[in-house]
């Protein structure tokens, strides 16, 4: 029922920026629990932010000080501003959300975003 649109990704050079967001839509929806993930080719899945109730927002070691994880509660929108960007960065990023519902947890992705940092 939840869905999670994505947008912002593109290609950057080195040290640039872009800012990428995720629209949520769905019945009873909030943006309480939150993430980033991004994968590269041929690796896992890695968690670049996080956001739970009530908590900072936690991130990766290597994008701490260069990303940041935000959100707009009456939009139901989150945002992934991502500076100083490295080639690095360079992966498929995907927004998620969890509910649960009574010990059961739901999962939603977003369709992922590309994301390309290159000289």
């Known amino acids: 029922q939840v869905q999670l649109v994505e947008s912002g990704g593109g290609s950057v050079q080195p040290g640039g920026s872009l800012k990428l967001s995720c629209v949520a839509s769905?019945?009873?929806?909030?943006?309480?629990?939150m993430d980033w993930f991004r994968q590269a080719p041929g690796k896992g899945r890695e968690l670049v932010a996080e956001?739970?109730?009530?908590?900072?927002?936690r991130y990766l070691n290597s994008v701490e000080g260069r990303f940041t994880f935000y959100g707009d509660s009456a939009k139901r929108t989150v945002y992934l501003q991502m500076d100083s960007l490295k080639p690095e960065d360079t992966a498929v990023y995907y927004c998620?959300?969890?509910?649960?519902?009574?010990?059961?947890?739901?999962?939603?992705w977003g369709q992922g975003t590309q994301v390309t940092v290159s000289s």
């Open positions: 998620h959300s969890y509910i649960n519902d009574r010990g059961h947890y739901s999962h939603y």
């Open positions: 769905g019945r009873n929806f909030s943006i309480e629990n």
């Open positions: 956001f739970r109730t009530n908590s900072r927002a």
